[in-house]
C-alpha cells in the first residue's frame, strides 16, 4: 500500500513539474537600513571627539545602500511562482572623518548581507490590458560581512588599520510589484520591507593591537554584543522572464 502510495505521489510531482511554468527575474534599486545600535556608537565617538576650530569634522551614519538581486520558481498555476531568492546589500558605509588640509584622521565602517531565501510570489494580469499587480513573501537566512577602518594622514605619513567581521540570521521580505508586459516579457516597479536583525558578529581574525582573537564576537563598549539591523524600505526595478 504505502509503495503504490509513493508511485502515485511520484507521477504526481513529476506532472507537476511537467506542467508548471518557469520564470525567472532581475530587480536592483534602492533600501533603507536601520542600524540603530551601530549609528549610537557612530554617534558616541563623534561626541567624544573634540577638535582643534581648524579641524573639519564630519560624521555620516548607517542609513541607505543599493539592493541588486534575481528570483526564479516554478509556476504550478498561472500567476504563482515558487522557489529561491538571493540578494546583495552594499553601499553601506558611516563613520567620522576629521580633516585639516592634506591631513586627516579617519575611522570608516561598511556593512554588505547576502540575504538567500525561499517563497512565492503572486501576480494578477488585468483583462485585456499589459498591467499587472502582485507581490510575495520570502525568508531565509541572511550573511553579513562588515569592515572597519582606521586611517591617518600627519606631515605626510600615512597609516591604515582595518578589521573584518562576519555574522548571520534570519531575513524576511514582503513586496509589492507593478509590472507592465510585452508576451513573456515584463518590468516594473517593486517596493518592499525587510527584516533582518544579524544579533552578532564576530572578528574575521586575529587583532593584536586590540588582544581579541579570531571568532571572537564583537562587543559595545558596555561588554554587549554588537548587532547589525539591516531592516529597511526597498525601492527599486524588476525585469522578469516567464517560459
Do not use: C
Amino acid at each position: 500500500m504505502k509503495k503504490n502510495l509513493l508511485v502515485v505521489l511520484a507521477l504526481v510531482f513529476f506532472a507537476f513539474s511537467v506542467k508548471a511554468g518557469f520564470d525567472f527575474s532581475l530587480f536592483g534599486g534602492y533600501t533603507t537600513v536601520t542600524m540603530g545600535e551601530m549609528n549610537t556608537q557612530i554617534q558616541n565617538l563623534n561626541d567624544s571627539i573634540t577638535p582643534d576650530p581648524a579641524i573639519t569634522k564630519k560624521m555620516t551614519k548607517f542609513t541607505q545602500g543599493f539592493i541588486v538581486g534575481a528570483e526564479t520558481g516554478l509556476s504550478p498555476i498561472p500567476g504563482l511562482s515558487i522557489g529561491p531568492k538571493i540578494e546583495f546589500i552594499g553601499g553601506i558605509s558611516g563613520g567620522v572623518d576629521l580633516t585639516s588640509g592634506s591631513e586627516y584622521l579617519k575611522y570608516i565602517y561598511a556593512a554588505s548581507l547576502i540575504p538567500v531565501m525561499g517563497g512565492a510570489t503572486f501576480v494578477v494580469s488585468l483583462p485585456g490590458l499589459p498591467f499587472s499587480f502582485g507581490g510575495g513573501v520570502h525568508a531565509g537566512y541572511a550573511f553579513s560581512i562588515d569592515s572597519a577602518t582606521y586611517s591617518t594622514k600627519i606631515s605626510s605619513v600615512e597609516v591604515s588599520k582595518s578589521a573584518m567581521f562576519y555574522g548571520g540570521g534570519f531575513v524576511g521580505e514582503v513586496d509589492a510589484k507593478v509590472n507592465v508586459g510585452l508576451g513573456p516579457i515584463a518590468g516594473g516597479l517593486v517596493v518592499g520591507y525587510r527584516i533582518a536583525n544579524i544579533p552578532e558578529l564576530k572578528w574575521a581574525a586575529d587583532n593584536v593591537d586590540l588582544g581579541v582573537k579570531k571568532d571572537e564576537v564583537l562587543k559595545k563598549e558596555n561588554g554587549n554584543n554588537m548587532p547589525f539591523d539591516f531592516a529597511g524600505l526597498i525601492v527599486g526595478l524588476n525585469l522578469s522572464f516567464g517560459f
